[in-house]
């Protein structure tokens, strides 16, 4: 062989090796950064869904289980339910919804809307190459789960929601009650106050932690007073207005609430605030869904101290659920819980979901 031929061959594998170089940089550059599981078992995926990608914890075989998590939460919200479902023979997987976690945090309010969320749950379901999926979901992920049920009927072999009930479609987008529940909406209620363009999460993002220790707590847990008394929205934003709690309660350790808070201060907490903004717009663009019901297996948990229910009980909850959902399959309420009922009450949000799970065909 030529030394022409030899210095042509290496320069060749030179300029291989950069290129190769430059697309693994370019790779490394533009990949979702994320950080590695903090439970023993469960691994992450960045998965591309209905035009983004999501960080989706991921555990076990079989038929696929989908946990949809509410505000302000994560796929950490679900650390008690995935290994327990797993050990019973399915395929888990809890993403970061759009907006949280290390998932992505498209720009537009209207990205967050109820047809991008519940597309996004039919895209998972389409990713991990399953026709169908049980899906389960707790507070602003009910209202996924509920929604998805209806948009996308055809996805959802069963369901389970916690904390949000479901009695069919409004006669009116849901704003305009609350305005005239809080005085015109000169009164401060957290719903409408996220409606303010960028005022919310600029507040909880210059205090994750103080918002977070606030929210995440029991119904019994002592606080010190709040700061700001004075009902109309003038005299503050939130954060103030709850009580700091004095403990955490005995369902939250430390090193979650470190974890949660530094999921959040990654984040922010537009995209999650989002979903809120969206509450008119879902129900002005699903007009469909007037008289709409679910024939899929239906199942209702929460705590009986749950601030969304309202000290509704098991009878008015059945009745309420039933104008929507075909086969309600069980409405159950746990004495003493609030509204983290799956991180409160680990032991019997698990019995619940694997009796349901176990009466469905597998």
């Known amino acids: 062989m030529s030394l022409k031929t030899i210095a042509a061959r290496f320069n060749g594998g030179i300029r291989a090796l950069v290129a190769f170089a430059a697309l693994a940089l370019a790779a490394c550059a533009t990949a979702p950064e994320t950080t590695p599981s903090p439970l023993p078992g469960v691994s992450f995926r960045m998965v591309e869904t209905n035009g983004v990608t999501l960080r989706v914890a991921e555990m076990g075989e079989g038929p696929l289980v989908v946990l949809v998590h509410g505000w302000p939460e994560s796929w950490y919200s679900w650390r008690h339910q995935i290994p327990a479902i797993a050990a019973a023979g399915y395929k888990v997987i809890a993403p970061d919804m759009r907006g949280y ?6 720009a537009a309010v209207a990205d967050y809307d109820i047809h991008h969320t ?31 049920a209806l948009l996308h009927s055809d ?11 479901n009695g069919g479609r409004a006669t009116a987008a849901p704003t305009i009650g609350m305005k005239a529940a809080n005085a015109g909406g000169e009164n401060f209620y957290y719903i409408l106050y996220h409606q303010e363009p960028g005022v919310a999460e600029a507040e909880y993002d210059a205090d994750p932690r103080g918002l977070l220790a606030r929210l995440y707590a029991s119904p019994d847990t002592p606080r010190d007073p709040p700061t700001v008394t004075d009902p109309k929205r003038s005299a503050g934003g939130w954060i103030p207005r709850l009580g ?8 939250l350790t430390q090193q979650d609430l470190d974890y949660i808070t530094g999921e959040f201060a990654h984040a922010g907490f537009r995209g999650g605030v989002n979903y809120y903004r969206n509450m008119d717009r879902n129900w002005e663009t ?3 869904l007037a008289g709409a019901r679910i024939k899929a297996p239906v199942a209702f948990l929460a705590g009986t101290e749950d601030i969304v229910i309202r000290g509704a009980k098991e009878p008015a909850l059945r009745a309420q659920m039933s104008r929507v ?3 309600l399959r069980a409405v159950t309420l746990v004495p003493g819980a609030g509204h983290w009922i799956q991180q ?3 032991q019997e949000t698990n019995a619940f979901i694997l009796d349901f ?3 469905l065909p597998k």
């Open 118 to 148: 519940t597309a996004d749950i039919a895209g998972l379901i389409d990713a991990y190459g399953a026709e169908n999926a049980v899906v389960i979901g707790h507070d602003w992920g009910a209202i996924v789960t509920w929604n998805t």
């Open 155 to 165: 996805r959802v072999s069963a369901m389970i929601a916690m904390s949000v009930p």
């Open 244 to 251: 700091n709690p004095k403990q955490l309660p005995p369902w």
């Open 344 to 346: 409160e009450k680990p």
């Open 357 to 359: 799970l176990a009466s």
């Open 101 to 106: 976690g290390y998932s992505d945090k498209p």
């Open 325 to 327: 959902a075909d086969d």
């Open 286 to 288: 699903t007009p469909q």
